[in-house]
């Protein structure tokens, strides 16, 4: 192995190795598929999902692994040099249907909101990140992983922890357990141009979780917000992880124009 294309710490690189573990991540690729691969590192993902799918955009941060990735890939990869936060995912052509990824570790979460915000076309999110990452993604209301992040996810997917994964399937290995989350793109409880404003009062409902919710909210809006949550059956005094996802969005259609 050439030194320069080895892991690095600072792009959150664990590189997959295993064929079993590759084939799990890539189920349900089809030839129809427009597949988005982030953090492709070497290609030893991609070259799976370049046999299922029609085309595969890879796009890689890290310049020292492209020789091995452009090696690795067939005729219908794509590779994209750039970082997975500032690139420009409208820019793609064909546009993505899919994300299949085994994501690096430190972009994993800031990546997968911003593309369930940002890019419409991705329906299905297949994906592998650290354990603890996927149960905050796909924790229930009142659990302790449920939190910002879940809400914020779960307003726009449905999301479900496939499989676990072991360190040993990375090179290197992850001193955590990973697992594969399958997120699908649901209907929308939200109205046009209401999103912003829910992440605004989910934001600063959970500002301090041991707080009432109703006490996390400006001033104008606390007196409204307890008979909304009597309507929802919920406390008067629940807190914020009470909530569910739609209970957000009924609170801020009664209390928007206080926020």
Avoid: C
Avoid at 180 to 207: D, H, I, P, S
């Amino acid at each position: 192995m050439n030194p320069a294309d080895r892991p690095k710490k600072r792009f959150g690189q664990h590189f997959l190795k295993d064929p079993n573990t590759a084939r799990i991540v890539a189920a349900g690729v089809t030839e129809d598929d427009v597949v988005l691969e982030v953090g492709p590192g070497r290609g030893f993902l991609t070259g799976f999902l370049a046999e299922r799918a029609r085309t595969v955009h890879a796009v890689e941060i890290d310049p020292d692994v492209l020789p091995a990735l452009r090696s690795a890939a067939h005729g219908n990869v794509v590779i994209h040099e750039g970082d997975a936060l500032l690139f420009d995912y409208a820019s793609l052509n064909p546009a993505p249907n899919k994300l299949v990824a085994n994501l690096p570790y430190n972009v994993a979460s800031p990546l997968i909101l911003k593309l369930l915000e940002e890019v419409e076309s991705i329906s299905i999110f297949r994906f592998m990140v650290q354990l603890e990452v996927a149960r905050r993604m796909a924790a229930g209301r009142g659990s302790k992983d449920y939190g910002i992040y879940a809400a914020l996810v779960q307003l726009m997917a449905d999301v479900r922890v496939e499989h676990r994964v072991s360190p040993n399937v990375f090179d290197p290995p992850p001193r955590v357990q990973s697992a594969v989350v399958e997120m699908r793109r649901r209907e929308t409880v939200l109205r046009y141009g209401e999103y912003e404003g829910v992440k605004r009062l989910v934001l600063a409902a959970f500002r301090s979780r041991r707080k009432r919710l109703v006490n996390n909210l400006p001033e104008p809006a606390r007196g409204e917000a307890p008979g909304v949550l009597i309507s929802l059956g919920r406390s008067p005094d629940a807190r914020a992880e009470e909530l569910s996802p739609e209970d957000f969005v009924v609170l801020y259609r009664a209390v928007s124009w206080a926020l």
